[in-house]
């Protein structure tokens, strides 16, 4: 099964500051790697699939980027509203199974 | 805009059953991939399982001897069983829609929190 790490555990920036998160994948073989945010109390949302593609609504400060087992999360100039929790996760087609990473805390 | 809100009890016993119900709002669930998804402090979250909404399922081999997923197209609802719940079953459980590729969850219940507790 492949094991997703987060790094940093937790991302201390100010508004407009850029925040880079990384998550790295045990071993090869991860067929799909998406982002989340989830803020405490609310649905978790989907903010980039396919390692690079925005989700539908996504603003472009989010970008997503990586291949193979290292995966980045970037946001250009952090705003009041995106410090949450983000987690990646991935899916391998054999088995068929998703997992998440542990999930990077950004905060103020 | 799919909306998804779980319901079921918030306190289970331990050894009983553990039912959860997400009901989808939305104009036909006729072609869903829908997923289980839980978040427990110590585990993170964790994915359970995946219904389509022809009734074929996948579930994480981890829990697949406990776990069982139902829908029933007609009330755009889709059900979680997990029997023989113990403490480490405690956590909030988060029904999620499928993107289009399948491999991802575009959308998200809130989540309802299950406490297994005599």
């Known amino acids: 099964e492949i094991v997703l790490t987060q790094s940093p555990a937790t991302l201390s920036l100010s508004p407009g500051e850029r925040a880079t998160l990384s998550c790295r994948a045990s071993?090869?073989?991860?067929?799909?790697l998406a982002w989340y945010q989830h803020k405490p109390g609310q649905a978790p949302r989907l903010l980039i699939h396919d390692a690079y593609k925005r989700a539908a609504g996504i603003p472009a400060r989010f970008s997503g980027s990586g291949s193979g087992t290292d995966f980045t999360l970037s946001i250009s100039s952090l705003e009041a509203e995106d410090f949450a929790v983000y987690y990646c996760q991935q899916t391998s087609n054999w088995p068929l199974i998703f997992t998440f990473g542990p999930g990077t805390t950004v905060d103020i | 805009q799919v909306q998804l809100q779980e319901s079921g009890p918030g306190l289970v016993k331990p050894s009983e059953t553990l039912s959860l119900v997400c009901s989808v709002s939305?104009?036909?669930?006729?072609?869903?991939?829908l997923s289980w998804i839980r978040q427990t402090p110590g585990k993170g979250l964790e994915w359970i399982g995946y219904?389509?909404?022809?009734?074929?399922?996948n579930y994480n081999p981890s829990l697949k001897s406990r776990v069982a997923m139902s829908v029933d197209t007609s009330k755009k609802q889709f059900s979680l069983m997990l029997n023989s719940v113990t403490a480490a079953d405690t956590a909030t459980y988060f029904c999620a829609k499928h993107g289009t590729s399948a491999w991802d969850f575009e959308s998200w219940g809130q989540g309802t929190l299950v406490t297994v507790s005599s």
């Open positions: 219904i389509h909404s022809s009734g074929n399922t």
């Open positions: 071993q090869s073989g991860v067929s799909s």
């Open positions: 939305y104009d036909s669930i006729s072609t869903f991939f």
